[in-house]
């Protein structure tokens, strides 16, 4: 199966900076990929999804790309603001059809500093 | 509004205690799922369902029951053989079932957090 990583585990940065989250996979046979936003306590907002034939997808101030080739996929917040701060997780749905649905990762914890 | 409800949104089991959280979709999803959420750990999936009267074990199955009798619910039993199992549930849902995965994008409830006293 998958295995997904996410880098870096935390940040914290001030507000206004653009920041690019990470995620990495082993495996390019994927059929698409989710971004999620999680807040302490509570489940996950989806933000963006990218299915296998696109490159990226955008979001307000989200963007998020897909490169297959080199394993990676990376989330772009512009203009960060406090109400940004959360964990962001990555996730991939496999190309055997996804019936047992996405792996994870471990999620980036992203604080943004007023 | 369409979405995911789960609940309790706490709940609190003694030793040997079965419990059951409940998931409620009035999406219209075929496919159903059930994760865990351990603190520094990806999700880990436990029971999924494609279609009605049909779930498959997930990878961490064991001391877990579920049941799928309406397609817009997917209930999830912690049994006493789950010898961990305080964790944050969550309860997915997506388009796809055995017809195929559509676009696969999975929709969660907030969850469930569940402690053993």
């Known amino acids: 199966k998958q295995e997904v990583t996410q880098i870096p585990a935390a940040l914290s940065v001030p507000e206004g900076e653009n920041l690019v989250l990470n995620c990495s996979f082993t495996?390019?046979?994927?059929?698409?990929l989710q971004w999620f936003r999680q807040d302490p306590g509570k489940g996950l907002t989806s933000l963006l999804l990218i299915q296998s034939s696109q490159r990226e997808q955008t979001s307000g101030r989200l963007n998020a790309s897909l490169d297959k080739s080199s394993g990676r996929s990376t989330l772009y917040i512009a203009a960060s603001q406090p109400g940004d701060s959360a964990t962001y997780l990555c996730a991939f749905l496999d190309s055997g059809g996804g019936a047992d649905g996405l792996t994870f990762g471990k999620g980036t914890h992203l604080i943004i500093q007023p | 509004d369409g979405g995911i409800t789960q609940s309790p949104k706490y709940l609190f089991r003694k030793e040997g205690q079965n419990v059951t959280l409940s998931c409620e979709q009035n999406l219209n999803h075929d496919a159903m799922y059930w994760y865990r959420q351990d603190p520094g750990q990806g999700l880990r999936l436990i029971y999924y369902s494609q279609i009605v009267n049909d779930f498959q074990k997930g990878d961490i199955a064991e001391g877990y029951s579920v049941s799928r009798e309406k397609k817009e619910s997917f209930p999830l039993t912690v049994t006493s053989a789950q010898k961990n199992p305080t964790a944050f549930y969550l309860c997915?849902?997506?388009?796809?079932?055995?017809?195929?995965?559509?676009?696969?994008?999975?929709?969660f409830g907030e969850g469930s957090r569940l402690t053993v006293l």
């Open positions: 495996d390019s046979a994927i059929y698409n």
């Open positions: 997915a849902s997506s388009i796809g079932g055995l017809a195929g995965v559509v676009n696969g994008e999975l929709f």
